[in-house]
């Protein structure tokens, strides 16, 4: 597998294993600074097999922040 493999259920997915050489980056939100780790924009999905959790949607120019805020 590649590092990143589109699935029709997950989106983009990749070894578990490759989270560290993801990269991080930062959200400015209040006016505070948030590091944003790969670690908390991926979940595991299958036997070291990880799914990217940043998604778009058409149309719409807002995020949606889920649990890791």
Request: proline share 3%.
């Amino acid at each position: 597998m590649n590092v990143f493999v589109e699935d029709a259920d997950w989106g983009h997915i990749f070894w578990c294993s490759d989270i560290p050489n993801l990269p991080s980056f930062f959200l400015n939100f209040g006016g505070y600074w948030f590091e944003v780790k790969a670690e908390d924009y991926s979940i595991e999905v299958g036997t070291d097999i990880c799914a990217l959790c940043i998604s778009t949607v058409d149309g719409y120019d807002e995020w949606i922040l889920g649990d890791t805020f």
